[in-house]
């Protein structure tokens, strides 16, 4: 697997994105445009939590406490006005760069752990997240909520902003997963991945590169969520920091490949428009729940590393194969390598 | 010229009642190819352990290069010019073979931020593997190598950070015996250049003709040391591997 710009890697994202770019200019039905923003936008949550969750291996069950942490940032700074409507996601770095700051401490404990222990203590970081948002009431307004001035867009283009600013930060998403993964960054961050105890023997600065991805990861999220806000207008502890969520970047991400750039996207291409679909269909059951956990258990057990590694897996062995072909035909009709030469 | 590089202090580690390395010191003389044996279960990898930072020690301590490491740890002691291989081959399977070498050559701040396998890293990774006569294996995933080739690449990744000291953990133990002499060239090979030794290793056949001196450990006490002569011939050797 080479990681080069490559004509067709170039191709495939100019083409993707001027798509998602085209959609509302063409017009369409206004449930496209609102189901798109939902499936951009955990599309942008599951690329950030695979910067940590898939590239160094840290499966982070806590990434929805800082979506929401990002979500009253942003709904406490604009409670007043929002201005013209555009200036407020101007603050978005600003918030993506504080949350990013303070998840360093949590961080640095939590990834004392490794995995399974590490997914609960993120878990329970995120309990406690909740139960602070319900509970510091003069901040965040409790169970009450928290509201945003609504912005003065034209009605008919309402989604709009929104919508691009999730672009944006999926774009930025996948940037920086490019970059890690082109970097020593990722190189280190895939030997954390497979051997972190090997990876301390060689030199590898562990804990520096971890709390790299680890605060990148949180700050990316806290901006989605600034945007969640935005586009929701008023929040809830139990929506801003909504468990289902966390699973909800956890699944794509395993569901489309875990720790490649297209894999976290494709999952939550596949996953948004079936949980709207058996929502729709079901009604105002619970059903669809069953109807989605069916979906990604038929994928799991088909497909245990997700769609893209597997895809690539079997591209690889069938190439080896018939590599490995050629190479028998070519042996036979060349000595065989004797002792000495290996020797030698 | 026989500066000792690294000296090991009154060693011991107890795992629950029993004692796995009790009261061990030794020294290891710079440019010299010393082993490390014992029967099953003597503490030799335990040891290793502790030196290395993979393990705390309950008491004693050891300097490096005259440096008393408080607390050691593994990558610290990379960084200082110590550096292991695991008895069971550790290399990392997802990257290929390049990747493998590149990243225990270390780096900087600003080369953590720069490419992953810079021109510069290619070079210095092609120049290993020649020396190791493993070039057609560069863009292999090293999860394709053979346990041999795989102890290979172990061993020539801990090379690529310029180590005064190396300690090898069973370099040729589940290896064919063209793979022996091969490791034990290039263990040879390297001295020569300077770089110090201290392995553990159950082929005395091995250890007799590679290394000088030898320690011999026996249920965590050191109970011998000398040339490998004098060791062999030592009663309380004969006895401990032999039983008594």
Redesign the interface.
Known sequence: MKRMITRAGLIRAGVFFALLIIVPILGGPVWLLNLLIFTVMYAALSSSWNLLGGLAGYPSLGHVAFFGIGAYAFALTFSGSVGDGYSPFLVLPVIGIAVGLLSLPIGWVSMRTRADVFAIVTITFLFITQTLAFNLTKITGGAQGASVAAPPFDPATYDWPFYYAMIVLLAIAMGISFYFSRSKIGLSLSTVRADEDKAHGVGVRVTAVKLIAFAVSAGMVAMVGGVWAYYIGFIYPQFAVDPLITIGMVLMAFLGGRGTLWGPVLGSFILVPAQQFFAQSFGASQLYLLAYAAVFLVIMLFLPRGILPSISDRLRRRRAAALGAARDAEAHTADAVTPEEVKA | MSAILLEVDHLTKRFGGVTAVNECSFEVQEGSITALIGPNGSGKTTAFNMI???LKADSGHIRFRGDLIERP???DL??RGL??T?QQA??????SVE?NL???A??S?R???????SRADQDRARQILAEF?LESLLELPAADLSYGQRKLLEFA??LM?NPKLVLLDEPTAGVNP?MI??MERHIRERNAAGVTFLIVEHDMQLVMRLCDPVIVLDQGSKIAFGTPLEVQSDPLVLEAYLGG
Do not use: K, M
């Open positions: 290395t930072g993979y740890r593994p990558a990379y960084r550096s292991r695991f550790r290399i990392f399977p997802e990257l990747e590149v990243i225990a270390g780096y701040w080369q953590l931020f720069g490419r992953r396998v006569r990744a801990v950070s063209v002499d091969t």
